[in-house]
């Protein structure tokens, strides 16, 4: 059994045969975070792993079921941190995924620079606006502007928590690009992999995944695009593989 609080819920990842707390009012993960999931290299068999901004887990749980590594999740709010500790638990995977409290600043110097083989981030997309703009609710503000923290703080942080060689990952959206190539670079991360996804045929790119690697050469692929819906708002046939698996 599970213990939820407030308006928290119990939700399915259809694919993963996994379940996730989840609250409206709280936080509640969006496709962003599947598809990074999915787009991110990971070693199959040991490694570790360390994804940054983990709001309610959703990742970390994601990538267990494609490695068997160990897994760390990094978020600063401590609701969002215990949803997800109460998650891994229910899922019984706290021998291999924990969450830790904090910000993502800290990281470096608390576990020790390039320890490792990969890193993911779904960071805050937008800048911190003024005090009449940013959302009311805290749990959403801070998950969706950079109040603490920002895409240099994550870029840097994923450069000094990885490998020599290691991978990472982020999601982002496409007007942030450049930013993320040029600040990368600055990193010592060589960006080596780079997929756009649009939410329909037609429409502009909504979603920006890059992977790069620590002190790689510079060789650049762009994949394949990813559309999300066909023009009836039905899930196109891969978002649909990623999202229920052989359970459609």
Same mark, same amino acid.
């Given at each position: 059994?599970?213990?939820?609080?407030?308006?928290?819920?119990?939700?399915?990842?259809?694919?993963?045969?996994?379940?996730?707390?989840?609250?409206?009012?709280?936080?509640?993960?969006?496709?962003?975070?599947?598809?990074?999931?999915?787009?991110?290299?990971?070693?199959?068999?040991?490694?570790?792993?360390?994804?940054?901004?983990?709001?309610?887990?959703?990742?970390?749980?994601?990538?267990?079921?494609?490695?068997?590594?160990?897994?760390?999740?990094?978020?600063?709010?401590?609701?969002?941190?215990?949803?997800?500790?109460?998650?891994?638990?229910?899922?019984?995977?706290?021998?291999?995924?924990?969450?830790?409290?904090?910000?993502?600043?800290?990281?470096?110097?608390?576990?020790?620079?390039?320890?490792?083989?990969?890193?993911?981030?779904?960071?805050?997309?937008?800048?911190?606006?003024?005090?009449?703009?940013?959302?009311?609710?805290?749990?959403?503000?801070?998950?969706?502007?950079?109040?603490?923290?920002? &895409?240099? @703080?994550? =870029?840097?942080?994923?450069? #000094?928590?990885?490998?020599?060689?290691? %991978? +990472?990952? *982020? !999601?982002?959206?496409?007007?942030? &690009?450049? @930013?993320? =190539?040029?600040?990368?670079? #600055?990193?010592?991360?060589?960006?080596? %992999? +780079?997929? *756009? !996804?649009?939410?329909?045929?037609?429409?502009?790119?909504?979603?920006?995944?890059?992977?790069?690697?620590?002190?790689?050469?510079?060789?650049?692929?762009?994949?394949?695009?990813?559309?999300?819906?066909?023009?009836?708002?039905?899930?196109?046939?891969?978002?649909?593989?990623?999202?229920?698996?052989?359970?459609?």
């Amino acid at each position: 059994m599970v213990q939820l609080k407030d308006d928290e819920r119990l939700d399915y990842l259809l694919a993963e045969d996994l379940r996730i707390i989840q609250s409206p009012s709280v936080f509640a993960f969006s496709l962003d975070a599947v598809l990074l999931a999915k787009f991110v290299y990971v070693p199959i068999q040991k490694g570790k792993i360390i994804d940054l901004c983990s709001g309610n887990g959703v990742i970390p749980l994601f990538l267990s079921t494609r490695t068997k590594g160990e897994i760390t999740g990094v978020e600063i709010q401590e609701r969002l941190y215990d949803m997800a500790k109460r998650s891994f638990q229910y899922n019984e995977l706290d021998d291999r995924l924990q969450m830790i409290h904090g910000n993502i600043n800290d990281m470096p110097q608390k576990l020790g620079m390039g320890k490792y083989d990969v890193v993911t981030c779904n960071p805050p997309y937008f800048p911190t606006p003024s005090k009449e703009e940013i959302n009311e609710n805290e749990h959403l503000a801070i998950a969706r502007h950079e109040i603490f923290c920002t &895409l240099e @703080d994550a =870029i840097r942080v994923s450069s #000094q928590l990885v490998k020599q060689g290691g %991978k +990472v990952a *982020f !999601v982002h959206r496409p007007g942030r &690009l450049l @930013d993320m =190539i040029t600040l990368m670079r #600055q990193y010592r991360l060589e960006p080596k %992999k +780079v997929q *756009f !996804v649009y939410p329909k045929q037609g429409k502009e790119a909504n979603t920006l995944l890059v992977e790069a690697i620590k002190d790689g050469k510079a060789d650049l692929k762009i994949l394949p695009p990813l559309v999300v819906y066909h023009d009836d708002n039905e899930y196109t046939a891969e978002i649909k593989d990623i999202l229920f698996g052989d359970k459609q």
